[in-house]
């Protein structure tokens, strides 16, 4: 390790192959954990200051020390040794196989649409997903696989047998993922239009320690519901922040929405920025705002709460 500013803060020079994030997480667990000092998360440096000055250890270690010392970077980083990240690792896989599940579909989909006519009358469900079930079915003759008939049979038979797979494998993992939740946010997710895999999502993006946000609007900020000014001469109005994490965004969005449309709070207070001259995306911009906070909120309670009660058989495992 090298010292910088009077061994304030430590740099540590990664080795070739080496990847960042394995160091940043080792030096969390090994010196954080131990409480030997603060470790502090850095964003990335802006490209404009990185071209005038270059790039190397002892670059990035200097902008890193500046930022900490103007109070530019003072949050820490996320806790990973919790059950937020537990349910990090199954998100993953449950986001990942539903996106395979979704380009399967599509490809089979593409492929009936140059088949032969009678292959697609055999397909005749409504949906692609029971087009899917149907192809499943089909027994291509191997034996004339060049033909480009039965290649399709066995091309669809292949994707029917896929998606089955991916979608066996998405309602396991939503097992795991529900019971995860439940125990992790039992709050969160008994809010109005917020699903499982919503909150899966908001806990991943606050982590295990949601104390190191220092208000909601920080939360806000990094949902990208933030509230800029965006007002020139006459006009005067807001935008919503366009960094952050995009799939908490996302997330928000589709609650906003569905509140939209079931909620009657929400109804009534898009009715009342329209009274006043609000069109409805700005109704929308505000609204996500709104949503944030009471997700911040809600998170905060439960993750701060979270190690009151004990897992079944935990005892024995800290025993052993």
Known sequence: ????????????????????????????????SASLLDVVEVNKGHAQVRNRMGKSDAIDAEAAARKVLSGESSSPPKDTT??????????????SAIKSRSS????????????????????????????ATQARSLRPVLS???????AAKYALRELG???????????????????????????????????????????ITAGQNVDRFHSEAAFAR???????PV?????HRMRLHRGGNRQANRVIYLIAICRLRYDPRSQAYRDRKRAEGHSTSDAIRSLKRFVARELYYALKSDLLGEGKTAWP???KVHAQ
């Open 104 to 131: 399967a579909l599509t490809q089979l989909r593409d492929i009936l649409l140059t088949a032969p006519g009678d292959l697609r009358a055999r397909l005749d469900a409504k949906t692609l997903e029971g087009k």
């Open 82 to 95: 919790g059950t937020v990240e537990a349910i990090r690792n199954l998100h993953l896989v449950h986001d």
């Open 161 to 203: 047998r896929r998606v089955q797979e991916l979608t066996s494998q998405i309602k396991e993992v939503e097992k795991h993922l529900t019971t995860l939740v439940k125990r992790v946010a039992p709050r969160t997710a008994a809010l109005p239009q917020v699903g499982i895999v919503s909150v899966a999502q908001l806990l």
């Open 144 to 150: 004339r696989i060049h033909g480009p008939e039965q």
């Open 1 to 32: 390790m090298e010292a910088v500013a009077g061994e304030r803060f430590l740099t540590c020079p990664l080795r070739d192959g080496q990847d960042h994030r394995v160091m940043a997480l080792s030096l969390r667990r090994s010196v954080g």
């Open 313 to 315: 058989g935990q005892e």
């Open 231 to 235: 007002s020139s001469g006459k006009s």
């Open 222 to 228: 990094l949902c990208g519901v933030a509230p800029i």
